[in-house]
Nanobody, 121 residues
Framework: QVQLVESGGGLVQAGGSLRLSCAAS????????MGWYRQAPGKQRELVAD???????NYGDSVKGRFTISRDNAKNTVYLQMNSLKPEDTAVYYC???????????????WGRGTQVTVSS
């Protein structure tokens, strides 16, 4: 069984910064992909940023230049540094891991429960 635990959300003023963390525990044999997604009220869940095992990163257009994703493979943790936050960044942020729990296991997808980020104007 794999669990993802997010932390670091909260309330911040526009222009401020937050750092989100998501740590995986359990049978994390091989983590292939890590990503952050967000969902604002009345909107679809969207990609914020993702990072592969090799370190290649990808960002949503609305966060490019402001957010940075990173990972610590030894800690099975992914981070999202969010700078210059805007009110439109307000959403629930979810981490997503694609991983294998064993050598011959298929790649499974896991989601965290989400952490609220609120940016006031």
């Amino acid at each position: 069984q794999v669990q993802l635990v997010e932390s670091g959300g909260g309330l911040v003023q526009a222009g401020g910064s937050l750092r989100l963390s998501c740590a995986a525990s359990g049978s994390t044999f091989s983590i292939i992909y890590m990503g952050w997604y967000r969902q604002a009220p009345g909107k679809q869940r969207e990609l914020v940023a993702d990072i592969t095992r090799g370190g290649s990163t990808n960002y949503g257009d609305s966060v490019k230049g402001r957010f940075t994703i990173s990972r610590d493979n030894a800690k099975n943790t992914v981070y999202l540094q969010m700078n210059s936050l805007k009110p439109e960044d307000t959403a629930v942020y979810y981490c997503n891991f694609n991983l294998r729990t064993g050598t011959m296991r298929p790649v499974d997808v896991y989601w965290g429960r989400g952490t609220q980020v609120t940016v006031s104007s």
